[in-house]
């Protein structure tokens, strides 16, 4: 029998795992620098901490949960987004009292029963952060700040943050009865999920993806005029505090996100590129959610990344994904001062994958293994090369090369790439 993996569970590669490690790496550097610190809750949670916060008319409740009963016929879950765990964790423990303010982030596995799709796997990997204990309009505008300068630092460029306000519960109760009444004229037209969601969870109808559905919601009332004085004064601050701030974003009125428990601002961040599955991201506020959990009455805002979407974007735009070099060297010395080498590049690089030869290949051999890796140059060092103290770089898209001294290689390498 040949085992394969699950449908929609994929392994990640030796020859894929650099540019998963380097994009953790750098969102906890970034996550660190604005004061989060990492938490990590269990894969596994009661049913009821996903039912209660998500919404159990959303899709991701009734259709997508991996969801089980244990030998004591308890109903647990494989949890299928991060943020109601943090919160369960932050009541259970008590962290209101550790500090005012807690800013946490988080790296890993979520699971959801979805059809597989190009970047919308099974088990996929998302990187969250959250501010818990915040109602400020600053807390939104610092947490969109923060994420858009990490996804450019991620070498992403072409992403849009779009933006909208649901407002308290009392606006989403204003907004959905609006919403019923429009979607009521063309009920006819909608898909069976939508028609059900009129009556259950109308706002459910604006994450529909049937095309049709998606037309009819491109029509709809936006939540604005539905906003309380307090909400709008709320949303106004922060898109002012963006714009001075320089942070772009779109504003998209009937913007709502598949989950319950937001009230307030919401935002999505797409990719162009991706097609009809555009988005890497998403967040916003969920004021209610600590005292829905039974801890004391808190603002929070958040958001999640899905790292499979990011690195299908990095793959799409021109700067592509991380540089890669590689040393090849032929004789003793030249593989030690090869090495030698390759570390300096990596310290001075930290952003670059630098391969060497560990197997005493020919020249022709290790040239064939640079460009199986997809090396953007290669460093040349011989018994000739180390007479001279210098070392030859190829540029393996324009086969061009340079002869330059040992000393001088990050340097040059750096011209190269454009770092």
């Known amino acids: 029998m040949?085992?394969?993996?699950?449908?929609?569970m994929e392994d990640i590669?030796?020859?894929?795992?650099?540019?998963?490690?380097?994009?953790?790496?750098?969102?906890?550097?970034?996550?660190?620098?604005?004061?989060?610190?990492?938490?990590?809750?269990?894969?596994?949670?009661?049913?009821?901490?996903?039912?209660?916060?998500?919404?159990?008319?959303?899709?991701?409740?009734?259709?997508?949960?991996?969801?089980?009963?244990?030998?004591?016929?308890?109903?647990?879950?494989?949890?299928?987004?991060?943020?109601?765990?943090?919160?369960?964790?932050?009541?259970e423990h008590a962290l209101s009292q550790?500090?005012?303010?807690?800013?946490?982030?988080?790296?890993?596995?979520?699971?959801?029963?979805?059809?597989?799709?190009?970047?919308?796997?099974?088990?996929?990997?998302?990187i969250g952060?959250?501010?818990?204990?915040?109602?400020?309009?600053?807390?939104?505008?610092?947490?969109?700040?923060?994420?858009?300068?990490?996804?450019?630092?991620?070498?992403?460029?072409?992403?849009?943050?779009?933006?909208?306000?649901?407002?308290?519960?009392?606006?989403?109760e204003a907004f959905a009865g609006k919403l019923k009444k429009y979607l009521k004229e063309k009920e006819s037209i909608l898909c069976k999920d939508c028609k059900t969601r009129i009556k259950k969870n109308v706002l459910r109808v604006l994450d529909c993806k049937n095309e049709t559905c998606v037309q009819v919601a491109r029509s709809a009332p936006g939540t604005s005029e539905s906003l309380?004085?307090?909400?709008?004064?709320?949303?106004?601050?922060?898109?002012?505090?963006?714009?001075?701030?320089?942070?772009?974003?779109?504003?998209?009125?009937?913007?709502?996100?598949?989950?319950?428990?937001?009230?307030?601002?919401?935002?999505?961040?797409?990719?162009?590129?991706?097609?009809?599955q555009d988005a890497i991201g998403a967040g916003g506020r969920y004021d209610s959610l600590v005292k829905d959990f039974g801890g004391p009455e808190t603002g929070a805002v958040g958001y999640a990344l899905g790292m499979e979407r990011i690195i299908l974007g990095?793959?799409?735009?021109?700067?592509?994904?991380?540089?890669?070099?590689?040393?090849?060297?032929?004789?003793?010395?030249?593989?030690?001062?090869?090495?030698?080498?390759a570390e300096k590049i990596r310290k001075e690089m930290p952003n670059m994958?630098?391969?060497?030869d560990t197997k005493d290949a020919s020249l022709k051999s290790q040239m064939r293994n640079a460009d199986k890796n997809n090396a953007k140059l290669v460093v040349i060092l011989g018994e000739d090369e180390l007479k001279i103290s210098k070392a030859t770089i190829r540029d393996m898209a324009t086969k061009k090369q340079i002869s330059v001294g040992l000393e001088s290689v990050p340097e040059e390498i750096k011209k190269i790439v454009g770092a």
């Open 353 to 356: 994958i630098v391969f060497t």
């Open 98 to 126: 550790v500090t005012p303010q807690l800013k946490l982030y988080y790296m890993g596995p979520m699971f959801r029963s979805e059809r597989p799709q190009k970047g919308r796997l099974r088990q996929f990997h998302q």
């Open 228 to 276: 309380c004085t307090p909400c709008k004064d709320h949303f106004d601050k922060l898109k002012n505090t963006l714009t001075k701030t320089k942070v772009k974003f779109k504003e998209t009125g009937n913007l709502v996100r598949g989950l319950d428990y937001y009230t307030g601002t919401v935002f999505e961040i797409t990719h162009p590129s991706l097609g009809g």
């Open 129 to 172: 952060a959250e501010v818990i204990g915040s109602n400020s309009y600053f807390a939104d505008a610092e947490i969109i700040m923060q994420v858009s300068g990490m996804l450019k630092l991620f070498g992403l460029t072409d992403f849009i943050i779009k933006l909208n306000s649901l407002g308290c519960k009392k606006d989403k």
């Open 314 to 341: 990095l793959k799409k735009e021109p700067k592509g994904t991380l540089p890669v070099a590689y040393v090849a060297t032929l004789g003793d010395e030249a593989k030690i001062r090869g090495i030698q080498i």
């Open 2 to 8: 040949k085992y394969k993996a699950i449908r929609g």
């Open 13 to 91: 590669l030796p020859k894929d795992i650099a540019i998963w490690q380097w994009l953790e790496k750098t969102a906890r550097m970034e996550l660190e620098s604005y004061g989060y610190t990492e938490i990590r809750t269990p894969i596994l949670e009661d049913t009821s901490v996903f039912t209660r916060s998500i919404g159990d008319t959303t899709d991701i409740v009734t259709k997508e949960m991996y969801t089980f009963k244990d030998k004591k016929s308890r109903s647990l879950t494989m949890r299928p987004e991060g943020t109601a765990p943090i919160v369960r964790s932050y009541v």
